[in-house]
Each structure stands twice: as structure tokens, then as C-alpha cells.
């Protein structure tokens, strides 16, 4: 069973500063993996969607690896703003497309 | 377009009573969803649909049934409300073909509270 860990839970950064967040997975037999963003009381906003056959994916001030062989992703956000304040969540997709895994998120705040 | 809607935002409903969640998206896409989200918890795989006419369980299927007509809509029906339901519901679909194949689009969320 795939299980999805992201670490740390919380986390709180100056804004301005260069931050990583962390996604590890049991199974490396994967499709892709989604990052997502989650708004307070809102929906889940894709930000990058890393196909299986790929090392990373970029998106203005973010940037996704996918490493399978250490069961690792890792979203990077770049010279973070008050506005990149939410919940980040993974997702992993294996063994068909009802198979998606979500992790628990990381929840950040960035100070102004 | 739309995206993925969800009818209503919010809903306080008693023990025993049984509703309708509405889920539609306008991207034609044949792979749906639906996800509970308890606070602290990931989301929680309840049916998913892979096109009109056919449905099956996800992780969590007790006490919720779906139906899939069209394409486009993709309801949750709640039988006998109990407090164990009381989460966040959301609808997605997912993209099968081009590019971002794969990509999950997901609705606003659905706020239900059983008391």
C-alpha cells in the first residue's frame, strides 16, 4: 500500500527567504505526482504535475522533483511571499488513475 | 469554463436525514472523483467514476452511494446522515489525455456537518 508521508507539518519562514518542502512515498511505482496548494476553507489548486518519466517541472518561482528511486519529492518555492501562505499538498498516482495517494500537507506561513 | 462546481458550499444536516451533493465539470473529462478531507487527515478516496454508467468504491464507501448518468454530472447521495460524515467533501476530475495527462482538477468543496 502506497503511504505518503510530508515533512515537516508546519512551518513558518521570513518572507523572502528560499524554502523546501518535502514529500516521501513507500511505492516508487508511480504515474506522477501533483503538488497542490490549499487555500483556508478552499479547494486544491494544482501548481505542478510531474509525469513518471520526468525529473522536475517548473512554474514561475517554483520548482518540483521527483526523484522514484529514493521515493522522494520536493517542491522548492523561491523568494517566498506573504501570499504563498497555505497548505501544500502531494499527491501520487499508481496502479491506475483511482489510485491517487494523498499526503497530509505542509501547512506554511510566510511573515512578512 | 467552469472547471469542477459543487453545489452546496455549506449544509448542517440531522442524524438520519440524507441529501444530495452535486458535483459537474464542463472539461469533458471521463475520469471523476469524490474525496472526504477531515482536519489533519489527507483526502480520502470515496467512489470514483471512469465514465457515464460505470462507478465503483474508493477507500471509504460506507454510508454514501453515486450515480453517473453524463459525463458532466456526478452526484454523492447520503443515506442516513451520521456524525462520522461530517467533513469537507470535494469532487475532481482528471485530465486523460494531451500533455498533463493525469492532471486532477478539483471543486471548491462541499462543508457538511451532521449534528
Known amino acids: 500500500k502506497q503511504e505518503v508521508t510530508q515533512i515537516p507539518a508546519a512551518l513558518s519562514v521570513p518572507e523572502g527567504e528560499n524554502l523546501v518542502l518535502n514529500c516521501s512515498f513507500t511505492?516508487?511505482?508511480?504515474?506522477?505526482l501533483q503538488w497542490f496548494r490549499q487555500d483556508p476553507g478552499k479547494g486544491l489548486t494544482s501548481l505542478l504535475l510531474i509525469q513518471s518519466s520526468q525529473r522536475e517541472q517548473t512554474s514561475g518561482r517554483l520548482n518540483a522533483s521527483l526523484d522514484k528511486s529514493s521515493g522522494r519529492s520536493t517542491l522548492y518555492i523561491a523568494a517566498s511571499q506573504p501570499g504563498d501562505s497555505a497548505t501544500y499538498l502531494c499527491a501520487l498516482s499508481s496502479g491506475g488513475y483511482q489510485k491517487v495517494t494523498f499526503g497530509t500537507g505542509t501547512k506554511l506561513q510566510v511573515i512578512p | 469554463n467552469a472547471g469542477v462546481t459543487q453545489t452546496p458550499k455549506f449544509r448542517i444536516l440531522k442524524i438520519g436525514q440524507s441529501m444530495t451533493l452535486q458535483c459537474t465539470q464542463d472539461m469533458n473529462h471521463n475520469y471523476m472523483y469524490w474525496y472526504r478531507q477531515d482536519p489533519g487527515m489527507g483526502l480520502k478516496l470515496i467512489y470514483y467514476s471512469v465514465g457515464a454508467g460505470i462507478t465503483d468504491k474508493g477507500e471509504v464507501p460506507n454510508g454514501y452511494n453515486v450515480s453517473r448518468s453524463t459525463t458532466e454530472d456526478f452526484p454523492l447521495r447520503l443515506e442516513l446522515a451520521a456524525p462520522s460524515q461530517t467533513s469537507v467533501y470535494f469532487c475532481?476530475?482528471?485530465?486523460?489525455?494531451?500533455?498533463?495527462?493525469?492532471?486532477?482538477?478539483f471543486g471548491p468543496g462541499t462543508r457538511l456537518t451532521v449534528l
Open positions: 475532481a476530475s482528471i485530465r486523460t489525455s494531451g500533455a498533463s495527462y493525469n492532471e486532477q482538477f
Open positions: 511505492d516508487s511505482a508511480i504515474y506522477n
